[in-house]
């Protein structure tokens, strides 16, 4: 039950992380700050909590990007935007677009989120640590947002470790969920990996009896399955901080603003992957 709970605010926090890749208002923080280019704002904000990260930290926290995709903004970036300030841009880029959604938020659901994020065991957990270790915001906005994307981060960090405990590589992993749902077409333009590449992983994971031709393999499912199940198993520790009602009433506040950001700013299906909520 605290699995299928996790799971489900996963999609809903997902979604209010997500304005900070969609939104015109983020995007234009973040070009006024200097990280001018889609990619060039998403590998800076995402990894500034990190430091000033080498490539080979980024590509192995990012871990589904190829690294000579990452290599054009790692570790170039940081000459042109410290840290420090792509974190005020993706902050203020993040309140911007989601101030008009939101409205008021009550500081009995930022206890929960806070409440949460406090439980959460981070070793293991490079992404989602580095942002649990930021200051908390004042701002109720800044501080909804912040705690969706720890949480995120924590979940995403999971996920990897699953993911690498099963042998599955990053492109490894784009190959196996295209063979489920054909989303190859919305996710290869947006990680770097070659043609050549798609194609030697998808001959590794035949190998292994993970697909066919026609997609899935019944063992091919059956490890996904495994991997989503897992992934939703260790995201689910922190929420038993909070109760069952405390976390009800979370989604019931949080879903209804993930939906009407949906389609716009937030896209689906896009290349993050995640539900619709």
Same mark, same amino acid.
Do not use: C
């Given at each position: 039950? *605290?699995?299928? *709970?996790?799971?489900?605010?996963?999609?809903?926090?997902? %979604?209010?992380?997500?304005?900070?890749?969609?939104?015109?208002?983020?995007?234009?923080? !973040? #070009?006024?700050?200097?990280? *001018?280019?889609?990619? *060039?704002?998403?590998?800076?904000?995402?990894?500034?909590?990190?430091?000033?990260?080498? &490539?080979?930290?980024?590509?192995?926290?990012?871990?589904?990007?190829?690294?000579?995709?990452?290599?054009?903004?790692?570790?170039?970036?940081?000459? #042109?935007?410290?840290?420090?300030?792509?974190?005020?841009?993706?902050?203020?880029?993040?309140?911007?677009?989601?101030?008009?959604?939101?409205?008021?938020?009550?500081?009995?659901?930022?206890?929960?989120?806070?409440?949460?994020?406090?439980?959460?065991? /981070?070793?293991?957990?490079?992404?989602?640590?580095?942002?649990?270790? &930021? @200051?908390?915001?004042?701002?109720?906005?800044?501080?909804? /947002?912040?705690?969706?994307?720890?949480?995120?981060?924590?979940?995403?960090?999971?996920?990897?470790?699953?993911?690498?405990?099963?042998?599955?590589?990053?492109?490894?992993? !784009?190959?196996?969920?295209?063979?489920?749902?054909?989303?190859?077409?919305?996710?290869? @333009?947006?990680?770097? /990996?070659?043609?050549?590449?798609?194609?030697?992983?998808?001959?590794?994971?035949?190998?292994?009896?993970?697909?066919? #031709?026609?997609?899935?393999?019944?063992?091919?499912?059956?490890?996904?399955?495994?991997?989503?199940?897992?992934?939703?198993?260790?995201?689910?520790? @922190?929420?038993? #901080?909070? %109760?069952?009602?405390?976390?009800?009433?979370?989604?019931?506040?949080?879903?209804?603003?993930?939906?009407?950001?949906?389609?716009? @700013?937030?896209?689906?299906?896009?290349?993050?992957?995640?539900?619709?909520?």
């Amino acid at each position: 039950m *605290r699995a299928q *709970r996790a799971r489900a605010l996963w999609v809903v926090l997902e %979604t209010v992380h997500d304005v900070t890749y969609f939104a015109p208002e983020a995007k234009a923080a !973040h #070009a006024a700050a200097g990280l *001018r280019g889609f990619w *060039r704002g998403y590998v800076g904000t995402r990894a500034a909590p990190l430091g000033a990260a080498s &490539l080979g930290t980024v590509t192995a926290v990012f871990y589904n990007f190829a690294p000579s995709f990452l290599a054009r903004s790692v570790p170039s970036v940081w000459e #042109a935007v410290p840290p420090e300030r792509a974190l005020a841009a993706r902050v203020a880029g993040a309140v911007a677009a989601l101030r008009p959604q939101v409205g008021e938020v009550p500081a009995g659901a930022l206890a929960v989120l806070r409440k949460v994020t406090a439980a959460a065991g /981070w070793a293991g957990r490079p992404l989602g640590a580095a942002n649990a270790a &930021l @200051p908390w915001p004042d701002e109720p906005v800044a501080a909804l /947002w912040q705690a969706a994307t720890t949480l995120r981060e924590h979940r995403g960090d999971g996920h990897v470790a699953v993911l690498a405990a099963e042998g599955i590589d990053g492109l490894e992993a !784009h190959a196996l969920r295209d063979a489920a749902d054909g989303s190859r077409a919305v996710v290869a @333009p947006h990680r770097g /990996w070659t043609d050549e590449e798609w194609a030697a992983a998808r001959d590794r994971l035949a190998a292994r009896g993970l697909i066919a #031709a026609d997609g899935l393999t019944p063992e091919g499912v059956r490890l996904r399955e495994h991997i989503e199940r897992r992934t939703d198993e260790l995201a689910a520790a @922190p929420y038993a #901080a909070a %109760t069952e009602d405390e976390l009800a009433a979370l989604d019931t506040l949080l879903r209804p603003i993930a939906r009407r950001l949906v389609p716009a @700013p937030v896209p689906h299906p896009n290349p993050v992957g995640a539900p619709s909520p």
